[in-house]
Each structure stands twice: as C-alpha cells, then as structure tokens.
C-alpha cells in the first residue's frame, strides 16, 4: 500500500515558477517508476512526466518538455515537480501517482500503469 500526498499548488502569474512535491508512504516507493499528471474540467486527465525508479531517467510530455523537471529522493520518499515559465495552459489540478510494482517502463504515459495517486494540488497560471 502506497498513499500519496500533493502540495506545492498555488496562484502564480505567467512566466512564473512553482515546485509540487509528493510525499510518499510506504516500503516500496525506490521500487515504483512515479509520475506526474494534470486535469482541467471537462477534460481526461493528462500524462506530464514520469521518472524511473532509480531516478536516472526521465520522460516528459510534449507541452512541457524543457519547461518542467521532474526528480524524487529515495531516502525522503518523495518526488517534485519543478515548473518554470509557466503559461496559463498550465493551470490545472496536478496529481502524482506511483507506478506498478516494479513496472519499469517510465516512458509508457498510460495511466494502467499507475496503481496509486495523490488527492491533487490546484495549480493556477494567471496571465
């Protein structure tokens, strides 16, 4: 069992930066690829990011590549979300989400793959 708590959200003006962070729980959190995901209402909840378990490699979505970095700490069971030059398209709630048990493919963005999620921070990009 894994639970998984998102803060960092905020109201921040275009060109801005923010850093959600994700604390997790649990013993299997190094064995878990982690990711990032984002929804606006009326829309399905969109892939952002995904880091593999060792945190080596990283894997982004088009709309924020170079824009957005997505790292975890091991020893803290954590991971964070740093997002830089941000535009109001940005806004929306953020959700972080940990992989399978040892599922290993960080670059797959399909939510199947994703067994525990956070309650969402709201982020908000004002122009």
């Known amino acids: 069992q894994v639970q998984l708590v998102d803060s960092g959200g905020g109201l921040v003006q275009a060109g801005d930066s923010l850093r959600l962070s994700c604390a997790a729980s649990?013993?299997?959190?190094?064995?878990?690829?982690m990711g990032w995901f984002r929804q606006t209402p009326g829309k399905e909840r969109e892939f952002v990011a995904a880091i593999s378990r060792s945190g080596v490699s990283t894997y982004y979505s088009d709309s924020v590549k170079g824009r957005f970095t997505i790292s975890r700490d091991n020893v803290l069971n954590a991971v964070y979300l740093q997002m830089s030059s941000l535009k109001p398209e940005d806004t929306a709630v953020y959700y972080c989400a940990a992989g399978t048990y040892y599922w290993r493919s960080y670059y797959d963005p399909k939510q199947d793959h994703y067994d525990y999620w956070g309650q969402g921070t709201q982020v908000t990009v004002s122009s």
């Open positions: 649990g013993r299997t959190f190094s064995a878990r690829t």
